[in-house]
């Protein structure tokens, strides 16, 4: 079984990737499951937001305890994929971890898939503990221009306001920051695949041609109309409605249209030189592709 997560700072395109996989019909998917979030919490200080705190009692750190959310977190997933009458969850992390894994395979191998997504942005914050559990997984990193991803939260928080839309410009200006750089950190990992989302909308067939490469999808399955498992709950996020198709479109700019000349002055100077990144990621993208 592949076990593929895609993660990302948030509104960076993760979703629409996510879908776009999942219209291969060899793979399954599922919904954010915000699992490892919920498992070992401490959210904002991963974010390195100022006065944030791990949240964690010393003994969940040492006896590699799950925290109670994670446990409620696990139940509720192996609830919702019918698997009611499982024993109570486990009380150490690593057992949990291996029970979501294996409810995920179960649920691929019911739908007929050699392959599953997990897609929750904020699971880059835990990159380290998820690949030390799950040895096999592979990492897709969505990156979007950091300015292009204020912008999109700012509007999401404007017009469906989301607990984790929250924080301000400065706040997601810091956070998109560390996110690029923890994806950077990763690019000479072989297990992870960085991908600009502006490379999709440009070169479509060459980039999904390398992204196929690296999961390992085969080649001569035509892609589905649309995902053959669900990619979001659009009912309770419904901002996600037309990226759940998996249809690659140009994004809609809304970075001149929501801040003014002083806020945006502020922003490119805020945040990391993309252009720089986006040059790295995309001729290891065109390296891989050729290759």
Known sequence: MKRIFVVGCPRSGTTVV???I???PDVYTLPETGFFEALYGGTQARWGDPYARDGRR???????LAQSRGRRRLRELEHGAGLSRRPPAPWRDGACIRRFVHMLDRAATR?????WIEKTPQHLLYLDEIAAAVPDACFVHVIRAGRDVLASI?????????PDFTGGV????????HALGLSLARQDDPRHFLLCLEDLTRDFDGTWHALRGFLDLAADRTLLARP?????SVDHEPWRKRETTGRISTP????ERLFGPETRAWIETALCDYASARRQISAACAQSRSG
């Open 22 to 24: 999942a219209r291969h």
């Open 58 to 64: 010393w003994y969940h750190r040492r006896l590699h």
């Open 252 to 255: 809609e700019r809304k970075y």
């Open 228 to 232: 053959g498992s669900r990619v979001s």
């Open 154 to 162: 700012a509007d999401a928080d404007l017009h469906q306001p989301w």
């Open 18 to 20: 996510q879908a776009l």
């Open 111 to 115: 739908a007929e898939c050699s392959a």
């Open 170 to 177: 400065v706040t997601w200006a810091r956070r998109w920051n």
